[in-house]
């Protein structure tokens, strides 16, 4: 009786048989990833005209207009500058004048009126005017009493100061020396008003002052 011989595969059979089937799988991916790449379109590149180039050069007019905006700018800056420059001249040189500093002096003086008892606001205000006269007319009434203030004004070869503030000023001081001494039932009433009357003094001197600036600017 002849029997049929079976034989079982070996190791190296079953090897073959799995490297055979990855190589199968590896070469159906590339296939597959072939006909993706294939069928995928190109990226689009921009064109040259879609470009953005920079802006064009600046219109020369405009530039022109630029730099003279700036131009216009420096000038007004600097005018400004050189204006408040001379103002805060002008503001120095006028706090040097007799007539400013006493003026001054009364406007700080007035809000002290009702602190202040009626001699002694007079006291303050003739302290003002004295030192007033003494610097523009360089008189000495500053250190003399009324009494030899009013016994020089006899004499005018000794008085240096003009006429019309020369009578306005013993009148004040008449008024003065009588609060100082006989202090009237008014006293109080007339604080403001010697105040007024000092001051009017100043100003009609420094209105003195600007016409005879104004009669030799004239003659030249």
Known sequence: MNFSKKTSPGIGGVLTGDI????????????ILN??????PPPQLPDIEEIDLPDALPDPWKLYLWIG????????VAAVVISLILYLT???KRVLTAEYVALKRLSDLEP?????SPNEFSIEISDVL?????????????????DEFFHRLTDSENVTITPQVR???????????????????????QKHPLLEKARNIIEAQR???QEAAAQSTRKR
């Open 112 to 116: 002290r009126a009702a602190e202040l």
């Open 35 to 40: 006909s993706f790449i294939a069928q995928t």
């Open 69 to 76: 905006i700036s131009v216009l700018t420096f000038i007004a």
């Open 130 to 146: 004295k030192d007033f006269v003494q610097k523009r007319f360089n008189d000495p009434v500053r250190f003399e009493t009324a």
């Open 90 to 92: 002008r503001e120095k």
């Open 167 to 189: 009578d306005q000023l013993a009148e004040f001081l008449q008024i003065a020396e009588e609060i100082k001494f006989g202090l009237p039932p008014d006293a109080a009433a």
């Open 20 to 31: 055979a089937g990855h190589t199968l799988l590896l070469i159906r991916n590339a296939v």
């Open 207 to 209: 209105q003195a002052v």
